[in-house]
């Protein structure tokens, strides 16, 4: 059961607050976005969803809500928004401009071009009646203007804090955030993040009997497979020696494949139907999880989720939980054991990791693609990062290779990381648009998609009572726990060397070697944390080194993995035991399901989703990818 309606039920009226101080308006709840889009990516590191105004360089209609004004006076009017090419350049106006409509009449200031950080900006003022208005951002040019809150206050220098703290508890107050979580009931299993591991984890515990909560802070499903980052299927399922894993994928999986394709060819709504489908599920979507309460400081009690467009929350209480959000979100707000970054040789002697340890990780795509069609201009759009004849990329289309962020952090950077991803299209594309020598090419093309949702490859992973290794695949080390099989090469994205030479510590696009292998059963050990005794994790951020990341994180693979998750959650709450007690006591059961599966088993497998060890052995031993 999909549970939109709890959204309604908590957020009845939009997060439009009236207080002594001022009238406080989130932006992201705004009812009518018109071509503004929700951005929750960032929530985290600047304490709020926002609306972004995405138009690839073409304005976006308007988007507007309601107001009521108590009081007739003059309004001071503060907007929060982030100059997002700062980082780059600040000689000249930032691209993101827009202004703030009341009732119909624009305010003179153009807000999102300056500063270097998400601050308060002064929208201007305006003499306002008692009674309902309208409040509109108007977007000044297409390029991805933010603006998270608007304030309006009779006092003139009565401006919020910026500080993401002391703002948050200005919210609370304020009533855009509830002042205490509503009850969200109890649940034998709660899974927080809505990916394909996710998906998997929480329909097969509820095929199993548990009943379950999939938390997902995106409206739509699949995560890096959604057509939002539109990312195909990969990785092989339905391997030895658990033949039934994977097959579930056949319910919901794709019947094309190929990356940054149109929207249509990731049939996220059959993702939906899919989960929507399954009894025992509720199903919350919009909702992401913003903190935890523990029982004691080895086992989380409840987790509290937000609703990403009207602030209110909830509690959700469970004896098992799973952490399926990618960068390990819940673990880490329980204080589960964590690593980010390539592992030293010598750590786990792996010869394909770096001699040192470092920060390095693989990086964060931001796909895009034009469409041809009749002749076109493109806005000049130079900021800091020049493209000329020689260092420009004269393509059509960019897809996984176009990575960003591979040497910055990937949890405390990621706007950064992502709004780099875009400048670099962006830029480009004007370049080859307005002077390429080539730029005929390109007349009649006009840019027809760019993911503003970047998809990531790897940032924080959770540590477990085993650690995958190189060694273990390379050497097809048996374990009495293999579960899930990997299939995939070891696939380490890092910089493109020519790329490197171009933009020295600036690079977007990516190489890999691939450094073949064989099949290989992984230990269900590294399905759950070490530390924290009722937390489980499925996806990118389970218990492997920064080398077997390149083979497990493929998104198959990550939905087997949840679906051994799933069925060990079934486990833990038929014997009342934790994650580890079912290695411990209970292998042989969970074995027999894994034999089992937890699909249905009506569905032909598409021959694109067969494994074909010899066609993965053809592969060239280095490729941009």
């Known amino acids: 059961m999909i549970k939109n309606f709890l959204a309604a039920v908590l957020g009845a009226s939009l997060c439009v607050c009236a207080g002594a101080q001022g009238i406080f308006v989130e932006a992201e709840s705004f009812s009518d976005k018109g071509g503004w889009s929700l951005d929750q990516q960032f929530m985290d590191l600047m304490g709020s969803p926002y609306l972004i105004a995405h138009g690839y360089g073409k304005p976006v209609s308007d988007a507007s809500t ?302 895009w693609y034009s469409v041809e069609g009749k002749k076109s201009t493109f806005p000049e759009f130079s900021y800091g990062v020049e493209f000329n ?40 594309w004007s370049f080859l648009k307005n002077h390429y020598s080539g730029k005929s090419e390109y007349a009649s093309r006009e840019l027809g998609w760019v993911a503003y949702t970047a998809g990531k490859r790897e940032s924080r992973r959770l540590l477990g009572d085993y650690v995958l290794k190189q060694d273990d695949v390379d050497k097809q080390v048996f374990h009495e726990d293999a579960s899930f099989t990997t299939t995939w090469h070891f696939d380490l994205h890092f910089p493109d060397p020519e790329n490197s030479r171009l933009f020295p510590g600036n690079e977007f696009i990516a190489a890999t070697k691939d450094n073949l292998i064989y099949p290989y059963a992984v230990p269900y050990r590294v399905l759950y944390s070490r530390n924290i005794n009722n937390l489980f994790m499925a996806g990118r951020n389970i218990s492997v080194t920064h080398v077997t990341l390149g083979s497990t994180r493929l998104m198959r693979t990550i939905g087997m993995m949840g679906e051994v998750v799933g069925m060990a959650a079934s486990i833990c709450r038929k014997h009342n035991v934790q994650p580890r007690d079912v290695y411990r006591k209970y292998l042989p059961e969970l074995k027999e399901l894994m034999t089992m599966g937890a699909a249905r088993t009506d569905i032909e497998l598409p021959d694109n989703q067969r494994f074909n060890l010899g066609a993965c052995l053809d592969k060239p031993k280095f490729t941009i990818q």
């Open 389 to 428: 004849e020689d260092n420009c990329r004269a393509v059509t289309m960019g897809e996984w290779t176009w990575e960003t962020g591979m040497n910055r952090d990937q949890i405390r950077d990621f706007e950064r990381i992502r709004d780099y991803g875009m400048l670099v299209v962006y830029s480009n």
């Open 66 to 367: 309601e107001i009521e004004v108590k009081s007739p006076g003059t309004y001071h009017v503060y907007a929060r928004t982030y100059n997002w090419v700062s980082p780059w350049t600040t000689e000249k106006e930032g691209p993101g401009a827009f202004r703030i409509k009341i009732g119909g009449r624009a305010l003179k200031p153009v807000l999102g071009t300056s500063g270097d950080s998400w601050c308060w900006q002064d929208a201007g003022s305006m003499k306002l009646g008692a009674g309902r208005t309208t409040l509109s951002l108007c977007d000044l040019k297409g390029f991805d203007g933010r603006c998270d809150a608007i304030y309006l206050t009779s006092e003139d220098g009565d401006i919020p804090p910026s500080d993401v703290g002391a703002l948050e508890e200005f919210r609370r107050s304020h009533g855009a955030i509830s002042s205490e979580p509503a009850d969200g009931g109890s649940y034998d299993f709660v899974v927080i993040g809505g990916g394909i591991g996710g998906m998997c984890a929480a329909v097969a515990a509820a095929r199993f009997g548990c009943r379950v909560a999939l938390v997902n802070d995106r409206f739509v499903p699949g995560g890096n497979n959604s057509a939002e980052v539109r990312v195909h299927l990969g990785g092989y399922i339905e391997m030895p020696p658990y033949e039934a894993l994977g097959r579930m994928q056949r319910e919901f999986g794709h019947s094309r494949i190929g990356n940054a394709q149109t929207a249509d060819y990731y049939e996220d709504e059959k993702k939906i139907a899919f989960l929507e489908a399954q009894e025992g599920l509720d199903y919350y979507p919009g909702w992401r999880a913003v903190r935890v309460r523990m029982k004691d400081p080895c086992t989380i009690e409840s987790v509290i989720v937000r609703h990403v467009e009207t602030g209110r929350e909830m509690e959700l209480r469970s004896p098992i939980f799973s952490d399926c959000t990618g960068d390990a979100n819940l673990g880490y707000m329980a204080g589960a054991d964590w690593t980010m970054g390539r592992e030293g040789r010598d750590e786990y002697g792996e010869p394909l990791a770096p001699e040192h340890s470092d920060k390095l990780t693989m990086g964060s795509s931001v796909q």
